[in-house]
C-alpha cells in the first residue's frame, strides 16, 4: 500500500477499474465491438449502484429536532462511491440520484424529494465531493490509512462548503447560526465516517493484492 510520505502517481486506477472482463471467442473486430460493449454494459451498471448505494444509505438516519439537516449516512456513500468509482463514474452516480431526486423520486434522506428543503445544499455537496474524492482516488489516496482518512475529511468539508450557505439562504440564518445547525452536529458523526473510509478503501486494496 501508498505510505503518506510517498509521491501520488498523476493517474491510475481507482477500484472499479480492476474488475475483470472475460474474454470471448470470435474474430478480432468482433472480440473488439464486444469488449466495448461489455465495457459500457459494466460502467453503466457502477453507475446505476453507486446511485443505488448513496440511496440506500441516505434513508439510514437520525432526525435531531434543533436542526432541519438529518443525520444520515448518505455523505459516506458518496465518498465511498467517488473513491470507488473514480471522478467521471462518481459524477454520473451522483447526478442520476440528484436529478431522479428532483424530479420526484423518493430517495432523499427521509424519502424526501425535491429541491425546496434546508439541506438540499448538501446533495450538491454529494455530487462535487464525490467527483473530488474520485480525482484524488486516481491518484492514489485511497490506498493508505491516512491518506483515505484525509479524502474522507475533505470529502466532509466540500459537503459543508455547498450545505451550509444553503441552509443560510433558505432559513434567513446568519453564518453563526448556519454552522450550530449544520455543521456542529456533525462533526463527530463525519470523523467516524472518515475513519469508516480509511478501513474500507486501504483493506479492498490490500484484498486486490493478495488476490491478483
Known amino acids: 500500500m501508498t505510505t503518506i510520505g510517498a509521491p501520488l502517481p498523476a493517474r491510475g486506477p481507482v477500484l472499479a477499474d480492476l474488475l475483470p472482463a472475460a474474454a470471448r471467442p470470435g474474430s478480432p473486430r468482433t472480440r473488439a465491438r464486444s469488449a466495448v460493449a461489455r465495457a459500457a454494459a459494466v460502467n453503466a451498471a457502477l ?15 437520525v ?53 425546496a428543503f434546508a439541506s438540499f445544499g448538501y446533495l450538491l455537496g454529494f455530487l462535487a465531493a464525490s467527483v473530488v474524492v474520485g480525482a484524488m482516488a486516481r491518484r492514489g489516496a485511497d490506498r493508505s490509512v491516512w491518506r483515505s482518512i484525509g479524502i474522507g475529511l475533505i470529502g466532509g468539508a466540500i459537503v459543508y462548503a455547498f450545505g451550509v450557505p444553503w441552509l443560510m439562504v433558505f432559513t434567513g440564518s446568519s453564518l453563526g447560526e448556519a454552522l450550530v445547525m ?16 480509511a478501513i474500507v478503501l486501504p483493506s479492498a486494496w490490500a484484498l486486490l493484492a493478495r488476490t491478483r
Open 63 to 115: 432526525p435531531l429536532p434543533f436542526t432541519p439537516v438529518p443525520l444520515s449516512l448518505g455523505t459516506l456513500g458518496a465518498l465511498l462511491v467517488g473513491a470507488a468509482l473514480g471522478p467521471a463514474r462518481a459524477a454520473a452516480s451522483l447526478g442520476i440520484y440528484l436529478a431522479a431526486g428532483i424530479l420526484g423520486v423518493g430517495w432523499f434522506a427521509g424519502g424526501a424529494s425535491g429541491w
Open 47 to 61: 453507475v446505476l449502484t453507486g446511485t443505488l448505494l448513496v440511496a440506500g444509505l441516505s434513508q439510514v438516519l
Open 182 to 197: 449544520g455543521v456542529a452536529p456533525f462533526v463527530l458523526g463525519d470523523a467516524i465516517k472518515a475513519a469508516i473510509v
